[in-house]
């Protein structure tokens, strides 16, 4: 069968294998622009092919069931993504298959939906992977939006499944070869640790809650023990991830996000927490106290304006004002302020995009990751797109020379101080406030770092 973005089939196809056999159906119910599954796994994962013994699938054709086969896992998107392609990953791995770099027989492709362009990039990724893979696996955000996954060729498999539920299937679908012990392979020095999914909060122009659902949250003894884990693994850094961070509770154990970010920092062996990003409405003088009296918290935090604007926040649904933006963050002069800005919304004008550029100058925001405005299916803002494509790149640019700008500055007030920098590829490392450093030293270890320059990517320095 085809890519359509609401599967039929669970099995693995090859590019030559029909898809014309009798087979039981997985029911599925659209819920928003998601298609869910209403059946158990067991009754999905059967797909009987009338001309071959019974309970066998075109899966093992495919693959061959219960034999080692070869694979790979990449993201498009965010942190969260990361963390789900890697918990497929890690389920593939348990189930002694082989990690494959290069043209591997199984290839999962963790998508993104978040503008027009990822979902544009999550269909090249999978057109790619499907000339080389027997078969490729889609999971992830936009796997469960209408359409966004249709046409693509017949051995690419559209599973309609997000974070442990696509792991589940992929690794059911895969099958395991045996029992099997082996310590995973750690391809990064930070590991990110996904605490909460979801979100409730519908701004009028995301499409996250429509295809992650509402938002719910892990146990906090059992991320806990992940961190143990990560850190057990040798990662040196652990940033705890969700949709919406601020939103985690473990109401029956008593947890805030607050009581967390503590209990985590006070890991044996963990050297460095992080939060991936925090809504402005979830700062709070518990969380930054946190931060601030834990000793292994990142002096950092990232924080989505989306505009400097009422109006236009307003538009979005954001549910603060300017006047709070200011009285939450103008006291953090303590802590690496980085945010999100989309440009080009529905009714931004030059005053609205002045007052946005405005405000991140006023408050110093060293790195502003901007985002011309792309419609969605199934928001409230679907249907609107006032803001030429001329001027939201013309808005775009201005935006980034001024973060540019200020990024510049933070790395001069660096001049002469010493940091201590995690290396996490060749030449380039952050420190303990998650500003960039350019400087030699291994890969994965801390080094103590003297800020002697100034360059574009970051601090230059040298080892103290």
Same mark, same amino acid.
């Given at each position: 069968?085809?890519?359509?973005?609401?599967?039929?089939?669970?099995?693995?196809?090859?590019?030559?294998?029909?898809?014309?056999?009798?087979?039981?159906?997985?029911? !599925?119910?659209?819920?928003?622009?998601?298609?869910? %599954?209403?059946?158990?796994?067991?009754?999905?994962?059967?797909?009987?092919?009338?001309?071959?013994?019974?309970?066998?699938?075109?899966?093992?054709?495919?693959?061959?069931?219960?034999?080692?086969?070869?694979?790979?896992?990449?993201?498009?998107?965010?942190?969260? *993504?990361?963390?789900?392609?890697?918990?497929?990953?890690?389920?593939?791995?348990?189930?002694? +298959?082989?990690?494959? =770099?290069?043209?591997?027989?199984? $290839?999962?492709?963790?998508?993104?939906?978040?503008?027009?362009?990822?979902? *544009?990039? *999550?269909? $090249?990724?999978? /057109?790619?992977?499907?000339?080389?893979?027997?078969?490729?696996?889609?999971?992830?955000?936009?796997?469960?939006?209408?359409?966004?996954?249709?046409?693509?060729?017949?051995?690419?498999?559209?599973?309609?499944?997000?974070? #442990?539920?696509?792991?589940?299937?992929?690794?059911? #679908?895969?099958?395991?070869?045996?029992?099997?012990?082996?310590?995973?392979?750690?391809?990064?020095?930070?590991?990110?640790?996904?605490?909460?999914?979801?979100?409730?909060?519908?701004?009028?122009?995301?499409?996250?809650?429509?295809?992650?659902?509402?938002?719910?949250?892990? !146990?906090?003894?059992?991320?806990?023990?992940?961190?143990?884990?990560?850190?057990?693994?040798?990662?040196? =850094?652990?940033?705890?991830?969700?949709?919406?961070?601020?939103?985690?509770?473990?109401?029956? +154990?008593?947890?805030?996000?607050?009581?967390?970010?503590?209990?985590?920092?006070?890991?044996?062996?963990?050297?460095?927490?992080?939060?991936?990003?925090?809504?402005?409405?979830?700062?709070?003088?518990?969380?930054?106290?946190?931060?601030? =009296?834990? /000793?292994?918290?990142?002096?950092?935090?990232?924080?989505?304006?989306?505009?400097?604007?009422?109006?236009?926040?307003?538009?979005?649904?954001?549910?603060?004002?300017?006047?709070?933006?200011?009285?939450?963050?103008?006291?953090?002069?303590?802590?690496?302020?980085?945010?999100?800005?989309?440009?080009?919304?529905?009714?931004?004008?030059?005053?609205?995009?002045?007052?946005?550029?405005?405000?991140?100058?006023?408050?110093?925001?060293?790195?502003? +990751?901007?985002?011309?405005?792309?419609?969605? %299916?199934?928001?409230?803002?679907?249907? #609107?797109?006032?803001?030429?494509?001329?001027?939201?790149?013309?808005?775009?640019?201005?935006?980034?020379?001024? /973060?540019?700008?200020?990024?510049?500055?933070?790395?001069?007030?660096?001049?002469?101080?010493?940091?201590?920098?995690?290396?996490?590829?060749?030449? !380039?490392?952050?420190?303990?406030?998650?500003?960039?450093?350019?400087?030699?030293?291994?890969?994965?270890?801390?080094?103590?770092?003297?800020?002697?320059?100034?360059?574009?990517?970051?601090?230059?320095?040298?080892?103290?």
């Amino acid at each position: 069968m085809g890519g359509g973005s609401v599967p039929q089939n669970g099995s693995a196809l090859t590019a030559g294998a029909s898809a014309h056999h009798t087979e039981p159906v997985a029911k !599925r119910v659209k819920v928003g622009l998601a298609w869910l %599954p209403v059946v158990p796994q067991e009754a999905a994962d059967e797909r009987a092919d009338p001309t071959r013994e019974k309970g066998e699938t075109l899966r093992d054709e495919a693959l061959g069931l219960r034999s080692m086969t070869t694979f790979s896992t990449r993201f498009l998107g965010c942190k969260i *993504s990361f963390a789900d392609a890697q918990a497929v990953r890690e389920r593939l791995l348990a189930g002694g +298959h082989v990690e494959h =770099e290069g043209d591997a027989e199984a $290839q999962v492709v963790n998508t993104c939906c978040v503008t027009h362009e990822a979902v *544009s990039k *999550s269909r $090249q990724a999978a /057109s790619r992977a499907a000339r080389s893979a027997r078969v490729v696996y889609l999971t992830g955000c936009a796997t469960r939006l209408e359409g966004a996954l249709d046409g693509l060729p017949a051995n690419v498999q559209v599973t309609g499944r997000i974070a #442990d539920d696509a792991a589940a299937f992929v690794a059911g #679908d895969v099958g395991a070869i045996g029992c099997v012990v082996a310590e995973h392979r750690v391809d990064r020095v930070r590991a990110f640790v996904k605490i909460q999914d979801g979100c409730s909060f519908s701004c009028h122009f995301c499409v996250i809650p429509l295809v992650r659902g509402e938002t719910r949250s892990r !146990r906090a003894a059992a991320v806990l023990a992940e961190i143990e884990r990560r850190v057990g693994q040798g990662h040196r =850094e652990v940033v705890l991830t969700g949709v919406n961070l601020g939103c985690f509770r473990d109401r029956e +154990h008593g947890y805030t996000l607050a009581r967390l970010l503590r209990e985590a920092g006070a890991t044996p062996g963990l050297e460095r927490l992080r939060l991936s990003s925090i809504e402005l409405n979830h700062v709070d003088a518990e969380l930054v106290a946190a931060i601030r =009296e834990t /000793s292994t918290a990142a002096a950092h935090l990232h924080v989505p304006l989306q505009s400097g604007d009422d109006a236009v926040l307003r538009a979005m649904g954001r549910r603060y004002t300017v006047a709070q933006v200011l009285r939450k963050l103008e006291l953090l002069t303590d802590l690496n302020l980085t945010t999100d800005v989309i440009v080009g919304f529905p009714g931004e004008d030059e005053a609205s995009f002045q007052r946005t550029l405005a405000l991140v100058e006023r408050l110093g925001l060293a790195k502003t +990751h901007v985002f011309p405005y792309s419609p969605r %299916p199934g928001t409230r803002t679907a249907l #609107d797109d006032t803001v030429s494509p001329a001027e939201k790149r013309d808005r775009s640019a201005r935006l980034r020379a001024l /973060s540019d700008e200020l990024a510049r500055r933070r790395y001069a007030s660096k001049l002469g101080s010493v940091d201590r920098v995690l290396v996490d590829r060749p030449g !380039r490392g952050y420190g303990d406030d998650y500003t960039p450093w350019l400087v030699e030293g291994e890969v994965g270890a801390f080094v103590a770092a003297r800020a002697v320059g100034v360059a574009k990517e970051g601090v230059l320095a040298v080892a103290a």
